[in-house]
């Protein structure tokens, strides 16, 4: 039997990882490009197609051949397929609350110091954006978050994109985080919630001595009342970063930023514990 063959028999999301993969199977996350280059996620299946104003594509056209490879709707409209990224599926995914944007979930990644094994405790869950993410990258992570459909939500769109093996580093509780954080020994907090500065004062006997504490905001005023708690406690390094990403035009000779970017997200604040409760006299 060829490679060829051997894949297109096999339907299931049973290999280590799909990304490795030459060939599209049954079960593959594709990602369509059209001529204006835009995008649309989709689940290859069995007798199923993907319709679009200009026609509809058969999955089983796509199934076997290699990412990158082109299709056209019966009415001549092309398509390219490709396996989304993390930062294609963030794009896209289904969300309930606002997600956290790549190019705030990279640096989010190096604030924290994220890599595999890493003990994370994460809160608000939202859409699951920044669970995904910092799953993808190896960390073992518990979610408090008050709302059982965001929750719900998170867990949802984490499996989709990542399957079932992160499923089993990811722990998640409905439970308010303000009230308090019944853990100890974690690595790094990372919160995206309204008052974050209601989570301070928990941090001591939570996070280890030298953990990372990061929090996302899209208020200065959040962050003003952030920093001026953080400053009466135990911590150092204490940072408030703004990423601005900015993509350019390159054509021709107009070589020149966009005229549109993104023009606010949220500021990012770091810190790290000093202090834990055995130091307290
Ligand atoms: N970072 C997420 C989005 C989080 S949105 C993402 O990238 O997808 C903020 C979330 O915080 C909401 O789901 C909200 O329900 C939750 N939240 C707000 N206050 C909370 C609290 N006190 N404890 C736990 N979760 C809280």
Redesign the pocket.
């Given at each position: 039997m060829s490679k060829h063959e051997s894949q297109l028999s096999n339907d299931g999301h049973d290999t280590e990882s799909t990304y490795d993969a030459e060939l599209l199977r049954y079960g593959d996350r594709v990602m369509l490009i059209d001529s204006r280059n835009r995008r649309y996620l989709v689940t290859l299946a069995r007798d199923a197609a993907f319709h679009s104003h200009s026609g509809l594509v058969p999955h089983e056209d796509m199934v076997g051949r290699p990412e990158g490879s082109e299709f056209r709707t019966a009415s001549n409209a092309k398509y390219i397929v490709l396996r989304p990224t993390l930062t294609d599926y963030?794009l896209k995914m289904p969300?309930?609350?606002?997600?956290?944007y790549p190019k705030d979930?990279g640096p989010i990644l190096l604030l924290a110091d994220i890599h595999p094994g890493v003990r994370v405790l994460?809160?608000?869950?939202?859409?699951?954006?920044?669970?995904?993410?910092l799953l993808r990258y190896g960390a073992i992570v518990t979610g408090?978050?008050?709302?059982e459909d965001?929750?719900e939500r998170?867990q949802e769109?984490v499996k989709t994109f990542l399957g079932d093996e992160p499923l089993e580093r990811y722990h998640v509780h409905i439970?308010?985080?303000?009230?308090g954080i019944p853990e100890s020994g974690l690595d790094r907090v990372i919160l995206?919630?309204?008052?974050p500065w209601?989570?301070v004062p928990h941090l001591p006997g939570a996070l280890r001595r030298g953990g990372i504490f990061v929090a996302?905001n899209p208020s200065i005023i959040q962050v003003q009342q952030l920093r001026s708690v953080l400053a009466d406690g135990p911590f150092t390094m204490i940072e408030t970063v703004e990423i601005l990403q900015r993509s350019w035009h390159v054509e021709g000779n107009a070589v020149r930023p966009d005229h549109r970017m993104v023009g606010h997200t949220g500021f990012l604040t770091s810190a790290r514990l000093l202090g834990g409760p055995a130091e307290d006299e």
């Amino acid at each position: 039997m060829s490679k060829h063959e051997s894949q297109l028999s096999n339907d299931g999301h049973d290999t280590e990882s799909t990304y490795d993969a030459e060939l599209l199977r049954y079960g593959d996350r594709v990602m369509l490009i059209d001529s204006r280059n835009r995008r649309y996620l989709v689940t290859l299946a069995r007798d199923a197609a993907f319709h679009s104003h200009s026609g509809l594509v058969p999955h089983e056209d796509m199934v076997g051949r290699p990412e990158g490879s082109e299709f056209r709707t019966a009415s001549n409209a092309k398509y390219i397929v490709l396996r989304p990224t993390l930062t294609d599926y963030v794009l896209k995914m289904p969300r309930g609350a606002q997600v956290i944007y790549p190019k705030d979930l990279g640096p989010i990644l190096l604030l924290a110091d994220i890599h595999p094994g890493v003990r994370v405790l994460e809160s608000g869950l939202g859409s699951g954006a920044l669970s995904t993410t910092l799953l993808r990258y190896g960390a073992i992570v518990t979610g408090y978050e008050i709302r059982e459909d965001f929750a719900e939500r998170a867990q949802e769109n984490v499996k989709t994109f990542l399957g079932d093996e992160p499923l089993e580093r990811y722990h998640v509780h409905i439970r308010d985080i303000y009230e308090g954080i019944p853990e100890s020994g974690l690595d790094r907090v990372i919160l995206d919630l309204p008052e974050p500065w209601q989570v301070v004062p928990h941090l001591p006997g939570a996070l280890r001595r030298g953990g990372i504490f990061v929090a996302y905001n899209p208020s200065i005023i959040q962050v003003q009342q952030l920093r001026s708690v953080l400053a009466d406690g135990p911590f150092t390094m204490i940072e408030t970063v703004e990423i601005l990403q900015r993509s350019w035009h390159v054509e021709g000779n107009a070589v020149r930023p966009d005229h549109r970017m993104v023009g606010h997200t949220g500021f990012l604040t770091s810190a790290r514990l000093l202090g834990g409760p055995a130091e307290d006299e």
